[in-house]
């Protein structure tokens, strides 16, 4: 009897060590950050602005206390790369600016992404992401792509920041740039107090993709203030979306009938998304 209960539980240790070791593999292969195997362009001396999230606690309302959290890594690194890698100038932003929380869990070893892992080795861009500018100090108009990341943290400051909506919206009627806007996930936040000359919201009617209530749902991160699916239709918005057994494996990617906002819908969207965005330039 002692020989099978020892034998059993050397099976379950031995389970579960292999299951830790194939897990990112499993993750992967469910959806978790897909590959992008599609046209790459190269866009050399254009600029990209990358805004994030500066809000660093995963708390509750009326809470100051949590656990760590801020700019999800991969919307932020996927991105980046697919700009630097295709010639761009790429500058990174932030509400409040200086360091930018980065979501610890997010660099874990069960969904790290090969962009992470290169961001990790990378002392340009940590010193962008350590010392970000401040968006009041950024002229929105010298970008040709503008590109909201998203994370738990953004969820507490980018669709509150009057600062960020105005900026948007100024750079959107820049008609010597003529910026494509983009985000991923919680960054569609970032849009919602973007308006027109006549002060209707900019992304009314328009077709528009962030994380759906369902994922949140999913995830059991409910406390966080504002929900992108929610406050997108709140806003006007032609919500679209895709689903999966589990949300956190689907992936979308929106482009409006006017080519001017791109946006994803999760975690596993910002490579085609990025990609997009500098299709529809390279085509002008």
Known sequence: MASTLKKIIIGLVALAILIAITLPTILH?????PAY?????????????????????????????????????????????????????????????GEIPVDPETLSRAIISPEDKRYLADATLQAKVKNSLKIDDVDFNQYDIIFLAGG???????????VLGEKISEAYFNTDKTP?????????????????????????????????????KELGITATPLHPETELR???????????????????????????????????SGLETAHKIMAIIAER
């Open 29 to 33: 292969k469910a959806g978790m950050h």
């Open 37 to 97: 195997n599609g046209p790459t362009t190269t866009l050399p001396g254009k600029r990209a602005l990358i805004i994030t999230t500066s809000h660093a606690v995963l708390n509750n309302p009326g809470e100051t206390t949590g656990d760590a959290t801020g700019v999800m890594a991969s919307e932020m690194t996927h991105p980046y790369y697919t700009f630097t890698d295709g010639g761009m100038k790429v500058d990174l932003a932030s509400i409040q600016g």
């Open 152 to 162: 738990w943290g953004a969820a507490y400051d980018l669709g509150q920041s009057k």
């Open 180 to 216: 494509v806007i983009g985000s991923v996930c919680h960054g569609a936040l970032g849009l919602i107090q973007a308006k027109d000359e006549n002060g209707q919201l900019l992304i009314a009617g328009r077709k528009i993709t962030g994380v759906t209530d369902k994922q949140i």
């Open 234 to 268: 709140k806003a006007g918005a032609v919500f679209e979306s895709s689903t999966a057994f589990v949300d956190m494996f689907a992936t979308h990617v929106t482009v409006d009938d006017e080519k001017r906002f791109v946006t994803g819908q999760n975690q596993n």
